[in-house]
């Protein structure tokens, strides 16, 4: 089957058969131009087995089988459009040596439209080959924390809590705050927008798959302006720090396999190692506020992780706040821990953005009225449009996710390589104790 349509068989017949060794060439200049070897080589070995599992598959019904196919497709039909594309180039190569002009200019025109394409088609099978984040298809928990900067970083704090509250919102993306804590002091108004000196906020953000869409957001995120109660005009710096953690349901934990209370999940906390405290409920809220033991601290203390939890007027429901909380914190650390044990060349989002350990991911200044992410590079204006979840953010946002993803490439290469040149090193090794 010809994989461009309007070819027809006649014009095909009439390609000298000598030529065709030139046009291979030429295609497979055009691979290596969009694709590295090592990548294609890599996807044809998981198509080649996803071709044989499949063919198994049909002749006896396998769940392990069928799973592995089911992950193996998205390579296998990656590969197939990228190799119909590279069939269709050859194809044009030949007919651009035609002596029939108007043909020759038709295929000139076609082969543009192709190899336009195939930028788009090799990053897009170097994506599948990438391992997806286990957490990928959760939902999350967006926490928000000021860092350095006193009372301002505390300000900001609230509106960064706001901003991801009102993307949310725009996007009919489900959330609920499950936690919001402000220290005493006077409100503070920029951009027209009241903020308050936040503690610590949380928000339960509940749609499958937010965890992928907000996983990019995780670290320090820095503000530079003149604060309201800045009578010299000085410019102050402040910092925000941001977690993303993947939230399970209360019955089960990242995946199968895993449980709460199974003890080889990294989510299992012994709740002998848990300390409970039951403390009055402190700041506005209301006749409830320091009446009753309503709210709950605990305290992870083999690790020295707290999470307390007042907002609800219910004990238990602060009670299953907390667990959810402290179970994805620890979860989070001691996945962090088996990956800075694992090859440098695959380090994970979550090792990768440690907040304790990184630098700014993102500034928001003021005075200039641009944010700016240092991972992909892009700069947008209209900072309040950034702040109120606009479409700015969206941009920044989806530069972020772009920006994981080539990191992720180049990370697959890199292993690939380092993998093709210890097995090179092994071979020459037995070749030399065979001689």
Not at 112 to 140: G, Q, W
Not at 193 to 202: K, N, V, Y
Not at 362 to 388: I, K, P, W
């Amino acid at each position: 089957m010809l994989t461009s349509q309007w070819l027809c068989r006649g014009c095909l017949k009439t390609l000298a058969q000598s030529q065709t060794r030139q046009f291979l060439r030429l295609a497979s200049t055009d691979a290596r131009k969009n694709l590295p070897p090592i990548l294609l080589r890599r996807a044809q070995n998981l198509a080649a087995e996803h071709d044989k599992l499949a063919s198994a598959l049909e002749k006896d019904y396998n769940s392990d089988t069928a799973k592995r196919v089911g992950e193996l497709s998205r390579v296998a039909d990656a590969l197939h459009k990228w190799n119909a594309a590279q069939a269709t180039i050859v194809e044009l190569n030949g007919l651009i040596e035609s002596e029939d002009a108007e043909m020759r200019q038709l295929a000139k025109d076609e082969l543009s439209v192709v190899r336009a394409k195939m930028d788009t088609l090799a990053n897009a099978l170097s994506v599948s080959l990438t391992p997806r984040d286990p957490f990928a298809d959760m939902p999350c928990f967006l926490e928000v924390r000021p860092g350095p900067g006193g009372l301002e970083g505390r300000f900001f704090a609230d509106s960064v809590f706001r901003m991801y509250e009102r993307y949310c919102q725009r996007k009919g993306i489900r959330t609920k705050v499950m936690k919001r804590e402000v220290t005493d002091g006077n409100e503070s108004t920029v951009y027209g927008m009241s903020e308050s000196p936040l503690q610590e906020a949380i928000l339960e953000i509940l749609d499958p798959g937010s965890y992928d869409l907000f996983r990019g957001e995780a670290g320090m995120h820095r503000v530079q302006r003149v604060p309201a109660t800045e009578s010299s005009g000085r410019t102050h710096t402040s910092a925000v720090a941001v977690w993303v953690l993947p939230l399970f349901a209360e019955e089960e934990a990242g995946g199968p396999g895993e449980s709460f209370n199974d003890p080889e999940s990294i989510f299992y906390i012994d709740p002998k190692e848990v300390k409970e405290e039951k403390m009055r409920a402190s700041g506005a809220g209301g006749q409830h506020v320091n009446k009753t033991e309503s709210a709950i601290r605990l305290t992870h203390e083999p690790t020295g992780v707290t999470v307390s939890m007042q907002d609800s007027r219910s004990q238990h429901r602060n009670r299953l706040d907390a667990w959810a909380v402290l179970r994805s914190r620890i979860g989070q650390r001691r996945r962090e821990e088996r990956e800075e044990q694992a090859q440098s060349l695959r380090n994970s989002v979550l090792s990768q953005d440690n907040i304790a350990r990184s630098s700014k991911i993102r500034t928001y200044n003021y005075a200039q009225d641009r944010c700016t992410d240092h991972r992909s590079g892009l700069d947008v204006h209209n900072l309040f449009n950034v702040l109120e979840g606009g479409e700015m953010l969206d941009k920044l946002m989806d530069s972020t996710k772009e920006w994981l993803i080539q990191r992720d490439i180049a990370a697959l290469v890199a292993e690939e390589e380092a993998a093709a040149a210890s097995s090179a090193k092994g071979g020459k090794k037995t070749n030399n104790r065979k001689t």
